[in-house]
């Protein structure tokens, strides 16, 4: 029987109650906001399969040479398209070439309880909710759907952070049919911090939410990213993404982040995907030019599917060689796990006492002369020009 300190060390990622017959194996949210696996012993047989497919306890130390199969800037032709994505729409591009042959898109869209999960899916107007950052801790919910389609030969396409795309190919195996995409992942968010920050922007508009875009392509363009949140009653409400949304901000700076992800076992070479994909941060001027500042991808090709599905999808975007120290810089997620925020567990436990905003104003110091400067721009239309500047 699986037997670890969940709360510290398990990703949540759920592969033990998938592959339990006897389903002895619960996924249930823990007093941080985080799924962790709570075992019905009665139920247990002793087969010790979730010993077997646990990522945690059976980690490859096999480096592989990232980006063997190529390292590229990556953009979406179509800008419109572009806007639409988190940054150049690596993932969309992907998506449409694995529809256009009748696969599977696996990706991640808010349920109607604006929970994050991972859903399967053959149709384009699903891959859409599949767009955008949700920077909370997902459930991978398509197993089954993953498994049906491979054994009807069809190609499936798996869209996560790295620990969930380590699960994944751990349940299948190298199938050929199996391409996997994982994102730069900087950690997960606590839910529970998530479900707060929902019932403090109800309460401020009066109405449910019903979908949320942490980072878009806003006013002031890719490099400076707005959060947008959409309500029932038609309001919408924007901020700054990284400095002035509270949820944004503060998951950013590691007050909700999961205890796992301060030691993740799939970070750079340790990567386990076909292709890794995140934001082009360290963009050339060249390039900037040519994006209009409307989002540009890294794009890193680490197997032959993976450089088989990035060739069947320039047809819709353009792109260019860089190499892995382009790629990196301004990226340290790529390669580092962040070191855990010392207010972590107090922000986290506070959450049961106080609302989210007397949380975040009591410890997250939201009022930095970084972030008074962001403020007034904002409210002078300015922030996107002095974020081009500081750049330089």
Known sequence: MIDFNFDED?????LCAEVCPTHAIEMRVNRDGFNIPHIITDKCIGCNKCDKF???LNVSHNEVHLGNQGIYAFYLSDKG???????GGAFYAFAQSIVSEKGVVCGCVWNENMDAI???TDKMEIVEKMRGSKYVQSTIACYAEIEAALKADRRVLFSGVPCQVAAVQRRFGDHPGLFTVALFCEGTGSQKAWHKYIDQLEKEQGSKLISAFHRKTGKYGWLSPMSEYIFASEKRTENLSFTLDEYVHNMIYGYFTCNSCYSCAFKGNQSTADILIGDYWGITD????????KGCSVVIVNSE????LFENSTEYSEYQRITLEMAAKRNPPLFNCGGKNGLRDQCLAELDQMTFHNMVAKNCNMNTTKVKVQRLLHRLGLAGIAKRILRR
């Open 305 to 308: 599917k993976g450089k088989k």
């Open 10 to 14: 398990c990703y949540g990622c759920g």
């Open 118 to 120: 991972i859903v399967a």
């Open 81 to 87: 398209q572009r806007i639409k994505s988190t940054s």
């Open 286 to 293: 060249d390039l900037m030019k040519k994006t209009s500042n």
């Open 54 to 56: 646990c990522i945690r």
